[in-house]
Structures are given as C-alpha cells and as structure tokens.
C-alpha cells in the first residue's frame, strides 16, 4: 500500500478541494485497489463478466462522488472494501435478474478459508458460495455481532491484512484473528444451511 502518510496528506487535500491530489491519489492507490480486486476476482468462477479493472474503476468513481471527511489511508481503504462489495453484490443480483433466477449459473467465489494469511500462504480454493447467499449471511452475522461482519467485509472484499483490520477496527490482532476465526466458522455453517 502507498504510504500512510502520504495517502492521509493526498486525501486531506484532497477533501480541501486540490484537485491536484486527487489525481496523486488515484495515482498512489490504484495499484493496491487493482491487487484487491484481483485477489477478490481470483476467487470468482472463470468467465465472469465483472473483471477487477471494472471493479476498482467503479469502486473509486463511487470514491470520488463520497462525501466524506476522509481520516486517514485506513479509512479510505475500509470504505473502498464497502464500496467493492456494495458493486459485486449489485452485479450479482443484476446477472441474476437478467437470468430471472431460474438456470442462472450461481456468481461464486472460494471459500472463507481460501484467504491467504499473513505469509501469502493458505488453503487452497474451496468450494463456490454463491455471493448472494453470502451476502444474506453476512448481514445475519452483522445482526448478531457488527464487528465480526465488519471484519470479515475488510478482510474478505477488502483484502486487508489481519494488521490492517485491526487499526482500522481499532482493536488487537490477537482479538481480530480471535473474531475473524469465529466469524469464517458462524458463516461456513450459515453458508451450508443456506445451500
């Protein structure tokens, strides 16, 4: 990611009316909102029409109209990841709309687990949830606990690491990979009765 620093100055002037560092902005976080989105799309099933271009595109033009006094670089990015899940979800229940339901192909993507961890290593790709069902999953799970959906937004759409959840949540790493874990097992069981 860009620099904390240096994102947190570009979106102040930003939010002052500088043009100027809106454009250093995208500049500086258009290759990390790429590499989330690719990660995000690596997970879907093959030949799907929503490609991570198109995502982060979409996902800052939403940026770019958002009236908000922007914090920090944390800040910018937990929006992004709400914003990215917002457009894959839309797209989503669009193609499904489009289909009517009937013998649409489920929108899927890997499993909770498939989520690399700190080294880059992981599982590999389990099997496909339907995003749809996902996403009714995870508003039961903010119903319960807000924070643990919050979690699982950042670190799953928003491809955040488990520091990076953690200063934008403003809680430990111990209690975000504590709640993390918990929140992948609530919706793996969630996500089965569903199927």
Known sequence: MAGADAVTQLLNGWSAGDKDAGDRL??????????????YMYRE????????TALVNEAYLRLVDQDT??????????????LMRRIV?????????AKRGGDAAPITVADLAAIPDEAGAGPGPGPGIDVLDLERCLTALAALDPRQARIVELRF?????IAETAEIVGVSHTIIEREWSFARAWLRRALERAA
Do not use: K, M, N
């Not at 099933?45 to 991570?52: S, V």
């Open 26 to 39: 995208l500049a500086a976080v258009y290759e990390e909102l790429h590499r989330t989105a690719r990660r």
């Open 45 to 52: 099933r093959p030949g799907h029409t929503l490609q991570p």
């Open 69 to 82: 006094a922007w914090r920090d670089r944390s800040h910018f990015y937990a929006i992004a990841a709400q």
């Open 89 to 97: 979800v839309d797209h989503a229940r669009h193609r499904r709309a």
């Open 157 to 161: 759409f928003g491809g955040l690491t």
